[in-house]
């Protein structure tokens, strides 16, 4: 809050977003207290933003990259072929040759076609089979879009052997914003079948266990936060792949990551109340320059008055129900509908936190708004690219 009143006193006048590094690194030391075994590969595509990938660049991190840009972006900022996983169980044949040439060999993939495609492509594929994930209460699942049945996994495995695709192992993923233990739990034990399937097809490469994202600190439910999950999950994995199977844990964590290292404040420019009495504001951003997650993601974000504490204890005693609406000219840019908010006037700020994942991905020039600036806590500015 300190830092947006900052910004705003040197005379910032439309929205902005703020970085926080310092959130990257205590979420970083989190993941290594709680998952030492398993390796961090950062999902670029929650946010790619350069300070993010140079950050965790710095922290000694890898990444999963879902495109051609993606990878593009890690190895021109200083990442390593060998520390990117091509995680997008459907790539166009041009990015599986863009990525061959790189040296970026490790693909995910969960169909028979896509293995003779990637095999095709490029003959020293190495690939991690996705599987499908059964149950999961994860506020974004992904299951009826990817990953392969218990019905399919012997089939698929057969194509592989057939033409020589070197399969490294099994990933999955149970689905973003954040999920009780119980979906990895089955995932984890469907994986072992697929280790287990494997062997007796004398498979002798299977050597990684992928387990995916969608890890969260502010889940509608504590028990699916990163900090209640991920204990169970170390001590699981433990369980059924003891070190002397010499199996490689990773993980794509995104919106974990990012998600509490961007928070965007937003200008009041109209506040007007209806016949009903019902209070309408206006802000010079929405769901197309901030905080698209809202529309895509269900995902309500709430705002907060960047007003000092005593004056935000008065006008608690005012709260009155309103509607607070993005700049567009289009209906569906709504932030908030039919709640109760402290009274806030035109020239008045709001401020979003918990933003950094995925929202800033989905920003537009639409209805030709500029996309936002970013400015770091640190002290220094982005482009608003």
């Known amino acids: 809050m300190a830092k947006a009143r900052e910004v705003i006193d040197r005379g910032q006048k439309d929205a902005f977003f703020i970085y926080n590094p310092e959130s990257i690194v205590e979420r970083v030391r989190l993941w290594r207290e709680l998952l030492p075994e398993v390796e961090l590969f950062y999902a670029v595509k929650s946010n790619s933003d350069e300070i993010i990938v140079q950050k965790m660049l710095s922290l000694g991190c890898k990444f999963d990259c879902a495109s051609k ?195 965007v404040a937003m200008r009041i420019i109209l506040a007007r109340k209806n016949d009903e009495n019902i209070l309408h504001y206006f802000v010079d951003s929405g769901v197309y320059q901030a905080l698209g997650c809202q529309t895509y993601d269900q995902e309500y974000f709430k705002g907060h008055p960047i007003v000092t504490q005593s004056e935000l204890d008065k006008r608690i005693d005012q709260e009155q129900t309103s509607f607070i609406w993005g700049q567009t000219c289009d209906g569906v840019d709504w932030l908030t509908k039919n709640r109760l908010l402290p009274r806030m006037h035109e020239g008045e700020w709001l401020l979003y936190r918990n933003v950094g994942a995925y929202n800033k991905e989905v920003c537009c020039r639409f209805n030709g708004f500029e996309l936002h600036k970013v400015f770091c806590i640190a002290g220094k500015t982005g482009n608003g690219q």
Request: with cysteine; proline share 4%; net charge negative.
């Open 69 to 263: 840009a993606e990878i593009e972006k890690v190895l021109q900022l200083g990442g390593s072929p060998s520390d990117i996983i091509f995680a997008n169980p459907v790539k166009k044949n041009e990015h599986i040759q863009y990525a061959k040439e790189k040296g970026v060999n490790i693909m995910t993939f969960d169909c028979s076609e896509e293995a003779i495609k990637m095999k095709s492509e490029n003959a020293d594929a190495e690939a991690l089979l996705r599987i499908a994930v059964e149950a999961t209460d994860a506020p974004c699942p992904m299951t009826q879009k990817f990953g392969a049945s218990q019905a399919m996994y012997e089939s698929i495995l057969d194509t592989c052997v057939k033409i020589g695709l070197r399969v490294r192992g099994v990933s999955f993923h149970v689905g973003s914003g954040g999920c009780s233990f119980s979906a990895y739990h089955d995932s984890i034990l469907n994986a072992k079948k697929v280790f287990e399937i494997a062997k007796q097809k004398g498979m002798q490469d299977f050597d990684i266990l992928d387990i995916g994202g969608g890890f969260s600190m502010s889940a509608e439910t504590e028990e699916c936060n990163f900090d209640k999950v991920a204990p169970k999950i170390m001590n699981f994995l433990r369980k059924h792949f003891p070190k002397d199977k010499k199996v490689k844990f990773i993980a794509e964590p995104g919106r974990y990551i990012c998600q509490d290292a961007l928070s």
